[in-house]
């Protein structure tokens, strides 16, 4: 005795649900995708042809004339790096800090290379923000 079913097998396959999925991911990697805040000193950056983006741990700026700030607040020259020393263990993890160096473009190498030295030397990643420039 052979058995019937009336209940047909449909193989169509609906795409709703794999749309909202990408559309959610979409919004997703939208609103955690970090973006570089630009200081908050007055800091004339160099210009370059492209930016990455990244999220800084911890800024470091150099102004024109030569005032250092570690995360905002006022550091003298000769404590430099026992401030970035100190602003490395306060980061939560303390592991891939990425350094972000905000120096005007009106400031000597030499400078540069000493703090970037200095965080190097203590285990950061240093990086130099600059601005874009348009290619117009």
């Known amino acids: 005795m052979e058995l019937k079913t009336n209940q047909k097998i449909e193989t169509n396959f609906s795409l709703a649900s794999m749309t909202d999925i990408i559309f959610q991911l979409l919004i997703f990697f939208m609103l955690t995708s970090s973006f570089v805040?630009?200081?908050?000193?007055?800091?004339?950056?160099?210009?370059?042809?492209?930016?990455?983006?990244?999220t800084p741990k911890m800024q470091v700026t150099i102004t024109n004339n030569l005032q250092y700030f570690v995360n905002e607040v006022p550091v003298e020259a000769s404590n430099?790096?026992?401030?970035?020393?100190?602003?490395?263990?306060?980061?939560?993890?303390?592991?891939?800090?990425?350094?972000v160096l905000n120096v005007d473009k009106d400031v000597a190498v030499q400078h540069v290379v000493k703090v970037a030295s200095l965080g190097n030397r203590l285990g950061a990643k240093v990086s130099i923000a600059t601005k874009v420039e348009s290619m117009e």
């Open 37 to 54: 805040t630009p200081a908050a000193l007055p800091v004339n950056l160099p210009s370059s042809v492209e930016a990455p983006t990244i």
């Open 80 to 99: 430099i790096e026992e401030e970035i020393k100190a602003a490395i263990l306060r980061v939560p993890g303390n592991t891939d800090i990425v350094m």
